[in-house]
């Protein structure tokens, strides 16, 4: 079946700190690939995306690329700040007959310390 | 271009009882999803609604139901609530396109005591 696979939280990292959250999945066919971002008590903002092999998605200063040689999409983000204190989700796609939705990740907690 | 909305905010019911949870869609999309995050998880897809039809469901019992409306708003209802429905639903409208983007609303925190 398909499924994600992110590495668990939570992660604790000082400011300026490089991050990398690990994502691996599971599907059937050619998901799209999405990280969302989940802020204390908020709903999901999407963080980035990638519709197909080898693309790279980026947002706010955070990279994500979609390998299908090692079915992953590892988040990385160079030099993180305390704002980036969140639950970050990985995420896929599959659109066609019944599986037209998202499935998550367990999601993993960062929390980035002053 | 006004975003995915939800209402209400956060809702207090008791066990057996009925509740009701709105979504308001995007500007330009024509289909919503429903989505239940318990505390602590990702969340678990319940359904989908595209062009007023439910187009997907999730391993959801029949007491979750939906609608969608012509202007591609929608309702999300469950009967009977039990103690392990309370979490947040969240609400996340696309324009069908075979690689779309869901965009989420801010959620309805639901406690069922």
């Known amino acids: 079946g398909n499924s994600v696979t992110q590495m668990e939280g939570p992660v604790t990292l000082s400011e300026e700190a490089f991050l990398t959250i690990n994502c691996t999945y599971t599907a059937t066919g050619y998901p799209s690939l999405f990280w969302y971002v989940q802020y204390p008590g908020e709903g999901l903002q999407l963080l980035l995306k990638a519709t197909k092999a080898d693309d790279k998605g980026s947002n706010k200063g955070f990279e994500a690329t979609y390998r299908k040689e090692t079915t992953s999409f590892h988040l990385e983000k160079g030099s993180v700040q305390v704002s980036d204190s969140a639950v970050y989700f990985c995420?896929?796609?599959?659109?066609?007959?019944?599986?037209?939705?998202?499935?998550f990740g367990t999601g993993t907690l960062l929390a980035v310390q002053p | 271009e006004t975003g995915v909305t939800q209402s209400p905010t956060h809702l207090i019911k008791t066990r057996g009882q009925q509740v009701t949870l709105r979504c308001s869609s995007q500007s330009g999309h024509n289909t919503v999803s429903w989505y239940q995050q318990a505390l602590g998880q990702g969340p678990q897809f319940i359904f989908q609604y595209y062009r007023e039809e439910e187009n997907g469901r999730g391993n959801f019992p029949p007491r979750f139901s939906g609608l969608q409306f012509p202007n591609y708003s929608s309702e999300l209802n469950v009967n009977a609530l039990e103690l392990d429905d309370s979490a947040l639903y969240l609400c996340?409208?696309?324009?069908?396109?075979?690689?779309?983007?869901?965009?989420f609303g801010p959620g309805t925190r639901l406690l069922v005591l």
């Open positions: 995420a896929l796609y599959i659109y066609g007959g019944a599986t037209n939705k998202l499935i």
């Open positions: 996340a409208s696309s324009l069908r396109t075979g690689k779309e983007t869901q965009y």
